[in-house]
C-alpha cells in the first residue's frame, strides 16, 4: 500500500494495523518517477489531488485495486480509466459541506464589506491618520445567483437567506425543493444579467471547464461581485484579469485559481479588486480529521473488498 504524501501519524497507525505502507513522507511532492516505481506493487493507494492518476500512471499499477483521496474533487484522476481496470476510487463528499459553504460564504461577506482591508487599513495605520478607507455593498436586499445547487449550493442558500438576499440559481436539473430553501430557478445567462453576486459552486468536468470567460463576463453587471469557491479552471483567468482591470466587473474573491498556486508575479495578486485564499475551503480541524476518517474507511473497505463508503465509481460496488 503507497502513501504519495505525508499524512497524519494516527493515518499511518490506522493504515499499518492493516497492511505494509510505503509512505512519501517529505513536504515537497513526490517525484513521479519514484512513485511509479512504488506503485508496481501496490494494491492500494492515498494520492493527493495534485498527483495526476491518468493512462500512462495505471498502466505501472497492475495490482491496485483501490485509490482513495482526501478530497471532493477528483478530476486529477481518470476515472473511467479506473473503472475499466476495476479500481474503486474513493473520495469524501458530504463530510466538506458546512464548511465550504462556511468560507464561501465569508468570502461574499469579507469582499463586499471590505473585512479584510479594514484589518489591513489599520494594520498600516491609515485609521491613525484619518485617512479615508474604500466603502463596500450592502447585502440586504440584493440578488445573489448561485451557479451549481448541490449540497454546497443548497447550505450556502441557506446561510444567505437570513442577509436579506434574494436568491437565484443555475443546476444541470431544477430543484424540487425551490420553495423550502427560498430559491428561484433562472436559466444561466439571466442569472449572469440580474445577480449582483454570484458564487460558483460547479464540479470541474469537460462541461464545465472554462465556462465563465469573455462571453460571460461580458453578460454581468459593472457592479457585480464574482465569488468562485469550486475549481480554478473553471474561469478564464485572462478573461478574469481584462474585467478586473478594465472594471467591467466589480470585484472578484476566490479560494480558488488557474494556475494553483499563483504565481507571485500573476496579475491578479497586483489588483486591489481581488479577494483570493490559498483553496482553504476544508481547512477547519473537525473536517478535515472526518475527511481523513472517511478517506482511509474507503480505503480499507477496497482492499478488503467491501463497497466503498463514498465510491466515485460506485458502478464496481454493485457488480
Request: proline share 5%; with cysteine.
Amino acid at each position: 500500500m503507497v502513501v504519495a504524501y505525508k499524512m497524519l501519524p494516527i493515518v499511518y497507525q490506522r493504515i499499518s494495523t492493516y497492511c505494509e505502507v510505503k509512505q512519501w513522507d517529505k513536504r515537497e511532492p513526490i517525484p513521479r518517477e519514484l512513485l511509479l516505481e512504488w506503485i508496481k506493487d501496490a494494491e492500494g493507494l492515498l494520492v493527493a489531488p495534485h498527483i495526476q492518476v491518468d493512462e500512462q500512471f495505471l498502466h505501472h499499477a497492475s495490482k491496485l485495486r483501490v485509490i482513495a483521496q482526501s478530497a471532493v474533487g477528483h478530476d486529477n484522476i481518470d476515472i473511467d480509466a479506473c473503472t475499466k481496470r476495476k479500481i474503486s476510487v474513493g473520495f469524501t463528499p458530504g463530510v466538506v459541506v458546512n464548511a465550504t459553504a462556511d468560507l464561501t460564504f465569508g468570502l461574499l461577506l469579507s469582499s463586499t464589506r471590505r473585512i479584510h482591508e479594514g484589518r489591513e487599513f489599520v494594520r498600516q495605520g491609515y485609521w491613525q491618520q484619518n485617512k479615508n478607507m474604500s466603502f463596500g455593498v450592502d447585502l440586504f436586499g440584493k440578488t445573489l445567483g448561485i451557479v451549481g445547487m448541490g449540497h454546497i449550493g443548497t447550505a450556502v442558500a441557506r446561510r444567505a437567506r437570513p442577509f436579506g438576499l434574494d436568491i437565484i440559481y443555475y443546476n444541470r436539473n431544477r430543484r424540487t425543493d425551490e420553495q423550502e430553501l427560498g430559491i428561484s430557478y433562472s436559466p444561466f445567462n439571466e442569472l449572469l444579467a440580474r445577480a449582483d453576486f454570484i458564487i460558483v459552486l460547479v464540479p470541474l468536468s469537460p462541461e464545465t471547464c472554462g465556462m465563465f470567460g469573455r462571453e460571460q463576463f461580458a453578460k454581468m453587471q459593472s457592479t457585480a461581485y464574482f465569488i468562485n469557491a469550486a475549481r480554478g479552471k473553471i474561469v478564464d483567468t485572462e478573461a478574469l484579469v481584462e474585467v478586473l482591470v478594465t472594471q467591467k466587473i466589480a470585484y472578484a474573491a476566490m479560494d480558488v485559481t488557474d494556475p494553483e498556486p499563483l504565481p507571485q508575479n500573476h496579475p491578479l495578486l497586483t489588483l486591489p479588486n481581488v479577494l483570493i485564499t490559498p483553496h482553504m475551503g476544508t481547512a477547519t480541524t473537525e473536517t478535515r480529521i472526518k475527511m481523513v476518517n472517511l478517506t482511509v474507511d474507503n480505503l480499507l473497505a477496497g482492499l478488503e473488498g467491501r463497497p466503498l463508503p463514498a465510491c466515485v465509481n460506485d458502478e464496481l460496488d454493485l457488480k
